[in-house]
T-cell receptor, first 117, second 114 residues
């Protein structure tokens, strides 16, 4: 079974600075997807960024980018120019490449990010 | 429409009550999910519906009863709940597994059992 680990329960960053959240996972599969989801106090889980394991290029979405190291099974999230609105719980998630039934995710335990003004 | 709508946003119910949570999406997604989330924890999968058929039931107690009347709607019927069932209940939808997209989540129902 796949597992996802986020070793930093809490982190803080100064506004406008850069922060990196770490995520490692364990799988025996070669094709899969990795995601970062953000959950602010409003509760809604919001997709931040997605990486396909068969793509070597790291995904980027505006201020958000990932460092995907497939051999090391590492998938860290870098947030540049941090903003107050980035304060949230961040979940790393693994998804099998092909599921017969919908998409079955495995979530990490989460990292709570605080942004200091 | 790129949203998943959940109602109600908050619910307080007694242990003998019967209530229902509702979830609706109009993105043409054919997989829908119920997750339970306790405070400061990741979501835990409860049920998966694929093409309106229950495909995954993660050993959830029978006091939770899912229903998928059509491809856009997903309900969770609640009966004789326990205080430990108090949690945030999240609905999500997605394309089927062979496609690259992730979940689209609703904003959840905060359930309190008294």
């Amino acid at each position: 079974a796949q597992t996802v680990t986020q070793s930093q329960p809490e982190m803080s960053v100064q506004e406008a600075e850069t922060v990196t959240l770490s995520c490692t996972y364990d799988t025996s599969e070669s094709d899969y997807y990795l995601f970062w989801y953000k959950q602010p106090p409003s509760r809604q889980m919001i997709l931040v960024i997605r990486q396909e394991a068969y793509k070597q290029q790291n995904a980027t979405e505006n201020r958000f980018s990932v460092n995907f190291q497939k051999a090391a099974k590492s998938f860290s999230l870098k947030i540049s120019d941090s903003q107050l609105g980035d304060a949230a719980m961040y979940f790393c998630a693994y998804r099998r490449f092909l599921d017969n039934y919908g998409q079955n995710f495995v979530f990490g335990p989460g990292t709570r990010l605080s942004v200091l003004p | 429409d790129t949203e998943v709508t959940q109602t109600p946003k908050h619910l307080v119910m007694g242990m003998t009550n019967k209530k229902s949570l509702k979830c609706e999406q109009h993105m043409g997604h054919r997989a829908m999910y119920w997750y339970k989330q306790k405070a400061k924890k990741p979501p835990e999968l409860m049920f998966v519906y694929s093409y309106e058929k229950l495909s995954i039931n993660e050993s959830v107690p029978s006091r939770f009863s899912p229903e998928c009347p059509n491809s856009s709607l997903l309900n969770l019927h609640l009966h004789a709940l326990q205080p430990e069932d108090s949690a945030l209940y999240l609905c999500a939808s997605s394309q089927m597994g062979g496609q690259a997209g992730g979940y689209t989540f609703g904003s959840g129902t905060r359930l309190t059992v008294v």
